[in-house]
């Protein structure tokens, strides 16, 4: 099966500290999104949808081994891309009536071309990767990336 365009990145608990916004404070931050928006353009990154609505979204890599957790990329998604890597934050928004889930559901269906089933296993899949890796403190690397 090819992989999707579309995946769910669920951090682990242990690391919802591990922010780069806060690790790398406001000003600089701003300054690395600002090159990540001029490096792309202002269109999505996973399903392409011109939008000046972009947030920029940390690929972090988990090496089990080392207990690391690499920065491998940063990329602009627009919302509906960056609410579904963030599918437990999204849920818990829905629930207070802050976000439409379904919605949610059906951008991902449309942007991997796929069923509602395979979203229900990813989220699963997400689900069971990320109690594992919650049970370990990880150590951060930022290396991969030229910040500022
Ligand atoms: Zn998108």
């Known amino acids: 099966m090819p992989s999707k365009k579309l995946t769910i990145e669920l951090i682990p608990q242990s690391s919802w500290n591990n922010n780069l916004r806060t690790l790398l404070g406001k000003e600089k931050w701003q300054i690395l999104r600002k090159k990540v928006l001029e490096t ?26 080392s207990s690391t957790q690499n920065l491998k990329d940063i990329i602009p ?6 609410a579904v890597k963030h599918i437990g934050l ?26 509602r089933y395979d979203f229900e296993k990813d989220k699963k899949d997400a ?4 109690e594992n890796r919650s049970q370990i403190s990880w150590k951060l ?7 500022v």
């Open 40 to 65: 792309w353009g202002e269109k999505c990154a996973i399903c392409g949808v011109n939008t000046k609505k972009l947030d920029c979204h940390e690929v972090w890599e988990f090496n089990t081994k």
């Open 77 to 82: 998604l627009c919302k509906n891309c960056h």
């Open 90 to 115: 999204s849920g818990l928004q829905s629930a207070k009536g802050e976000r439409n889930f379904k919605s949610l559901i059906t951008h991902y269906m449309k942007v991997n071309k796929c069923t």
């Open 127 to 130: 689900y069971k990767l990320f």
């Open 141 to 147: 690397a930022l290396n991969n990336i030229d910040i």
